[in-house]
């Protein structure tokens, strides 16, 4: 004879009409401090496994599923970590195509940032997507859309306007954004990024000139590691770690530590939802294909704020910020007296969703999103466009183009190969 099945719901229920006693046991003592049943854990999948991946495959009560690598080596080696219960995919549309994930975390090289998150969203998923957000502007924009039309949480992992010491600052950025705010510095504020303010561009980063063809191993789908950049000789100095040396898909030290630099300065300037006017640069001519290094980029607002890169640290007593009453160094030093009994006085900011999970759960923005993370992207891209074409441009923040200036407003929007389209 067929059993009756009874589900959790119909069962209390029933006895609470047969005046049954219940005893609800707590969770934890069920599972011990901390415990999460699997079946209130987020779940996720990871694509890119052969770096910054395989740093996240605990966070937040999540639970990994699957991950993802178009190099076997990577793989194999990150199934290896994860252990039983996580599938390897070598073509991230079958992760992606996964009804039972939550979470895509996007941990490519930046030239599939922009397309991978528009197809996580396409598909439902939240979406945690390393830094920078995009490899252009015209991605970004796509990216937003994306997020925004299929109502989906995102994170870009770059954390240093809600948390941690930045760099060599020696403070986080909450003092700095409830001093700025209160106008004790005054306006409009330059902000200096440089070696003397704490800062390395990573120059490293810079990519070869005269590479050689070359086979490529068997472990790498060399093509699909390519999917929308251009069709070129293999060589490993484009590959892994290497990557960012190259336009195609970074923007060199800026395009990799850009976005922790320069989102912070957005922040505290509170320009989240604009961007700057103008981009001046001082650089040597580029390469075609490889990055190089640069000596100084200006960034202007239309209310005369500034932020400079000032790559050569050709400014020995810059101030981290300088304004008309007052100035910041590096180490958190100021010529304002008594600035830390002043900082505590001082209103803090609007609270912030700081925990990607709560996010996700509340389906509320988190600090860094789709929105603000794309105009802090988009002055580290204005940078790398103004470098490839050697000249300085004008920006208009509200439709996102550059004026005047067809050169600039083509790598916006760049030619994607082969089926790889927004």
Same mark, same amino acid.
């Given at each position: 004879?067929?059993?009756?099945?009874?589900?959790?719901?119909?069962?209390?229920?029933?006895?609470?009409?047969?005046?049954?006693?219940?005893?609800?046991?707590?969770?934890?003592?069920?599972?011990?401090?901390?415990?999460?049943?699997?079946?209130?854990?987020?779940?996720?999948?990871?694509?890119?496994?052969?770096?910054?991946?395989?740093?996240?495959?605990?966070?937040? #009560?999540?639970?990994?599923?699957?991950?993802?690598?178009?190099?076997? #080596?990577?793989?194999?080696?990150?199934?290896?970590?994860?252990?039983?219960?996580?599938?390897?995919?070598?073509?991230?549309?079958?992760?992606?195509?996964?009804?039972?994930?939550?979470?895509?975390?996007?941990?490519?090289?930046?030239?599939?940032?922009?397309?991978?998150?528009?197809?996580?969203?396409?598909?439902?998923?939240?979406?945690?997507?390393?830094?920078?957000?995009?490899?252009?502007?015209?991605?970004?924009?796509?990216?937003?859309?994306?997020?925004?039309?299929?109502?989906?949480?995102?994170?870009?992992?770059?954390?240093?306007?809600?948390?941690?010491?930045?760099?060599?600052?020696?403070?986080?950025?909450?003092?700095?954004?409830?001093?700025?705010?209160?106008?004790?510095?005054?306006?409009?504020?330059?902000?200096?990024?440089?070696?003397?303010?704490?800062?390395?561009?990573?120059?490293?980063?810079?990519?070869?000139?005269?590479?050689?063809?070359?086979?490529?191993?068997?472990?790498?789908?060399?093509?699909?590691?390519?999917?929308?950049?251009?069709?070129?000789?293999?060589?490993?100095?484009?590959?892994?770690?290497?990557?960012?040396?190259?336009?195609?898909?970074?923007?060199?030290?800026?395009?990799?530590?850009?976005?922790?630099?320069?989102?912070?300065?957005?922040?505290?300037?509170?320009?989240?939802?604009?961007?700057?006017?103008?981009?001046?640069?001082?650089?040597?001519?580029?390469?075609?294909?490889?990055?190089?290094?640069?000596?100084?980029?200006?960034?202007?607002?239309?209310?005369?704020?500034?932020?400079?890169?000032?790559?050569?640290?050709?400014?020995?007593?810059?101030?981290?910020?300088?304004?008309?009453?007052?100035?910041?160094?590096?180490?958190?030093?100021?010529?304002?007296?008594?600035?830390?009994?002043?900082?505590?006085?001082?209103?803090?900011?609007?609270?912030?969703?700081?925990?990607?999970?709560?996010?996700?759960?509340?389906?509320?923005?988190?600090?860094? #999103?789709?929105?603000?993370?794309?105009?802090?992207?988009?002055?580290? #891209?204005?940078?790398?466009?103004?470098?490839?074409?050697?000249?300085?441009?004008?920006?208009?923040?509200?439709?996102?183009?550059?004026?005047?200036?067809?050169?600039?407003?083509?790598?916006?929007?760049?030619?994607?190969?082969?089926?790889?389209?927004?």
């Amino acid at each position: 004879m067929k059993k009756d099945t009874v589900n959790r719901r119909d069962f209390i229920r029933r006895s609470a009409a047969a005046g049954l006693a219940l005893t609800i046991v707590p969770r934890h003592v069920l599972g011990g401090r901390g415990y999460t049943p699997p079946s209130d854990q987020l779940t996720k999948g990871i694509i890119g496994v052969g770096g910054m991946g395989l740093g996240h495959f605990a966070y937040e #009560n999540t639970r990994l599923l699957a991950v993802c690598d178009v190099d076997s #080596n990577h793989l194999n080696h990150a199934l290896g970590i994860a252990g039983k219960g996580v599938t390897g995919y070598h073509d991230f549309r079958e992760l992606i195509a996964r009804p039972d994930i939550d979470i895509v975390h996007i941990a490519t090289p930046p030239h599939w940032h922009g397309i991978m998150s528009r197809m996580a969203a396409d598909a439902g998923k939240d979406i945690w997507c390393e830094k920078p957000m995009t490899r252009t502007i015209g991605e970004g924009k796509k990216v937003v859309e994306a997020v925004r039309a299929n109502g989906r949480v995102f994170r870009l992992n770059t954390w240093f306007r809600f948390r941690s010491q930045f760099y060599g600052l020696g403070t986080t950025v909450r003092p700095l954004k409830k001093i700025v705010s209160s106008g004790l510095l005054g306006w409009p504020l330059k902000v200096t990024i440089s070696g003397v303010t704490g800062y390395d561009w990573k120059f490293y980063w810079s990519g070869e000139t005269n590479l050689k063809p070359m086979t490529p191993p068997a472990e790498l789908d060399y093509d699909l590691w390519l999917g929308p950049a251009p069709r070129k000789p293999y060589n490993p100095e484009r590959v892994h770690s290497k990557f960012r040396g190259y336009w195609d898909y970074d923007g060199g030290g800026l395009g990799d530590m850009g976005q922790h630099y320069i989102d912070p300065v957005q922040y505290f300037l509170g320009k989240d939802d604009t961007s700057p006017v103008s981009v001046e640069i001082d650089a040597p001519q580029q390469h075609y294909d490889a990055v190089g290094s640069w000596r100084r980029i200006t960034y202007t607002y239309e209310d005369g704020c500034q932020i400079i890169l000032d790559g050569e640290n050709r400014d020995k007593e810059a101030a981290y910020i300088e304004g008309p009453y007052g100035k910041i160094f590096k180490g958190f030093v100021s010529d304002i007296p008594n600035l830390a009994d002043i900082v505590d006085s001082l209103p803090d900011p609007e609270p912030e969703i700081t925990l990607f999970t709560e996010s996700v759960r509340t389906r509320r923005p988190f600090a860094l #999103n789709e929105m603000n993370g794309h105009r802090s992207c988009t002055i580290v #891209n204005m940078g790398v466009v103004a470098l490839r074409l050697g000249r300085n441009l004008r920006f208009d923040p509200v439709k996102q183009v550059f004026i005047d200036d067809d050169g600039a407003n083509a790598l916006i929007d760049q030619p994607m190969r082969g089926e790889w389209h927004f």
